[in-house]
């Protein structure tokens, strides 16, 4: 029994064990370090001060930037032990040792070690040890950096391009030895995600790196922000919180990213192709550009991604290499007769808690024929509950045929399975005040089907309806008039902003509970707004826009047949 010690430094503390991973995004709140998310096991729980125990990070990757704050602010828990393979929280504890002089330990156990000390009460963690109840674990010291680096990048990490390039070259050489990598990689473009504004330590991170004189040196899009750029302060938005949310997107802007702000990159003319190596965090449109369009990326975390877009490199790791983009895990599906949209997000989501830390292939859904806005839902779902970058669909995406590794094992999604998770996302009551539509940000054809559905009804005058969308596919709605009919059915579409980092009052204040037809926000949701959340079909959408109703029923392709 052994620990690999991943970020050195010492702590002791409450052992706090789970053996489900967990998101810092939507899941831990950076004010209180307490837990947010609802369907995690240890929700309400607070993480500061303990040793933190589980298998690995899931979910977003601005958890780096919430952990960050969470070190800083001296919120966050005294060490992180998991028994698995995890970067997102790791980069947060090492942009806090390198950039800020807070050290913060993060170690990795082999499963058995980690079950042992998961059942201790009290641990302390040493350069050379654990104890914890009596237990002694050593700890081994952290890989040493053995990088085949290229001249260029030696020049990079001696400091000869500036000083951001070097502390950027720093932190990509770290997290490559980390990872085991033993070079770099060359990228085509970078997605910002950073952009949000978790916490103040997402804009101290992002202003010191503009003051050193970062530029990015690869087309670089930027995600969903978290205000209306340009109208913020017309729609009440404070400005204790809307200037330093738009201060931190000036500050990429000034680095020379695009300023796209949407979380669906993969909707713009800059999409990659198939095979193309490219640095994008954001963990549905990492998952979508892998798993849909072929691309390969890593989920990268917060920080790490504006570092490989200001040198073009990245460790050579993960989803990079072939070899790492097999299935581990094989999962049946049971499919039912005449599903709707709402069955993509669904499934997504059952499959990350079926695959929680590796590449699943599904089987069994080719003959529903998802659309390109089912797999985007289905991809977004499975990355709140998947640490995995990428998924593949037997019979449907690039790189399913042979997808699955020889010593993949095998689980199957049954009807029931889908109808209890059902319940579990439909926990609140069926008078509902808000639709919320685009998480991720919704797609021409998604903004024209609600249109469609509403078919000129006017929404029910206590129902809010907001479609959160990126601002091409705003300029597109707006000229073939799909814009026009949801403005005349009182819909409200809102830019740059997304569900995960919307706040009030542009969030009604006066919701008490929502519906949407996101899997991925309604899992975040009851978090991160603090209202009970239902989940269903964008036609079950657009009826409780009217209505003001959200009936408690599951979907007709999941009831019981009649004989």
Not at 111 to 121: D, I, N, W, Y
Not at 312 to 333: H, M, T
Not at 442 to 459: D, I, M, Q, V
Request: charged share 15%.
């Amino acid at each position: 029994m052994h620990a690999n010690s991943i970020l050195a430094g010492a702590a002791d503390g409450p052992v706090i064990a789970s053996s489900e991973p967990l998101s810092f995004w939507g899941g831990v709140s950076p004010e209180t370090g307490s837990i947010i998310d609802v369907h995690h096991p240890l929700h309400g729980v607070c993480l500061t001060g303990g040793i933190l125990m589980m298998p690995s990070s899931r979910g977003s990757c601005t958890g780096s930037g919430v952990l960050l704050d969470l070190i800083l602010t001296g919120r966050a828990p005294a060490a992180l032990v998991f028994s698995e393979a995890e970067d997102v929280l790791t980069l947060g504890a090492l942009i806090a040792a390198e950039m800020f002089g807070k050290p913060l330990p993060v170690l990795r156990l082999a499963s058995e070690s980690f079950g042992v000390l998961s059942r201790a009460k009290t641990a302390r963690i040493t350069a050379t040890a654990i104890e914890a109840d009596g237990l002694s674990i050593p700890v081994l010291p952290p890989r040493l950096a053995t990088l085949d680096l290229s001249d260029n990048d030696r020049a990079m990490l001696e400091g000869v391009q500036g000083k951001a390039i070097q502390q950027a070259m720093r932190i990509i050489c770290a997290m490559a030895a980390q990872q085991g990598a033993s070079c770099l990689t060359d990228v085509t473009q970078g997605h910002i995600d950073g952009c949000i504004y978790a916490s103040p330590a997402n804009l101290t991170f992002a202003e010191k790196m503009a003051d050193m004189g970062a530029k990015v040196c690869v087309p670089t899009t930027m995600n969903a922000i978290s205000v209306d750029h340009a109208n913020w302060q017309m729609q009440g938005v404070p400005g204790s919180f809307g200037n330093p949310a738009a201060k931190l997107a000036d500050a990429y802007v000034r680095m020379g990213c695009r300023p796209t702000f949407t979380c669906s990159p993969y909707l713009l003319d800059s999409a990659p192709q198939a095979g193309e190596a490219i640095a994008w965090a954001e963990s549905n449109a990492v998952i979508f550009a892998n798993s849909v369009l072929g691309a390969r990326t890593p989920k990268h975390p917060d920080f790490l991604d504006l570092c490989i877009a200001l040198t073009g490199r990245a460790p050579l790791s993960g989803v990079y290499l072939p070899e790492n983009r097999k299935a581990q895990i094989v999962i049946d599906v049971e499919l039912p007769e005449n599903v709707d949209d709402a069955f993509w997000p669904l499934i997504g989501y059952l499959a990350g808690h079926a695959a929680p830390d590796r590449i699943p292939l599904l089987r069994g859904l080719a003959s529903a024929q998802p659309s390109t806005d089912d797999l985007k839902a289905l991809c977004a779902a499975f990355g709140t509950t998947s640490a995995a970058p990428m998924l593949h669909v037997e019979g449907v995406t690039p790189e399913a045929q042979g997808a699955a590794a020889l010593e993949a094992s095998r689980k199957t999604i049954t009807r029931a399975e889908m109808a209890q998770a059902w319940t579990r996302l439909n926990a609140g009551p069926e008078q509902v005040e808000l639709v919320a539509i685009g998480s991720p940000h919704a797609s021409l054809n998604e903004c024209r089907a609600l249109a469609a559905g509403l078919a000129g009804r006017k929404r029910h005058p206590d129902v809010t309806v907001l479609v959160t969308a990126g601002r091409q596919v705003i300029t597109d709605a707006r000229e073939d008039g799909t814009l026009s009919s949801l403005e005349q059915s009182g819909v409200r579409i809102v830019p740059d902003l997304c569900w995960c980092s919307i706040s009030e009052p542009v969030f009604p204040v006066h919701t008490r509970t929502l519906i949407t037809n996101s899997g991925k926000y309604a899992h975040y949701g009851p978090g991160l707004s603090n209202r009970t959340v239902r989940f269903g079909s964008l036609a079950d959408c657009v009826e409780a826009a009217v209505s003001g109703r959200a009936p408690a029923r599951l979907p007709a392709w999941l009831q019981p047949s009649v004989d």
